[in-house]
């Protein structure tokens, strides 16, 4: 049995543009199959999530901000 360790992402969201948007891009991220914390900050403009990697990708993650309308790179 493979035990997969949790890894986190930064993620560049740089189209937050009010204090409400971190709101709506914890959901998407939340409803990820196998992410289990998410720190999303309007300051810094950026996503912080920590994932199963055996269970989610971090394609899965910028798919799930894009879908939301907030597209997301890798920082």
Sequence with gaps: IAFAAPKTVTLA???M????CPITI???LKKVNGVSEVDV???TKQAVVTFDDAKTTVEALTKATGDAGYPSTVK
């Design 13 to 15: 969201v740089p189209g």
């Design 17 to 20: 543009t009010c204090s409400l």
């Design 26 to 28: 914890k959901l998407a």
């Design 41 to 43: 900050s309007y300051e």
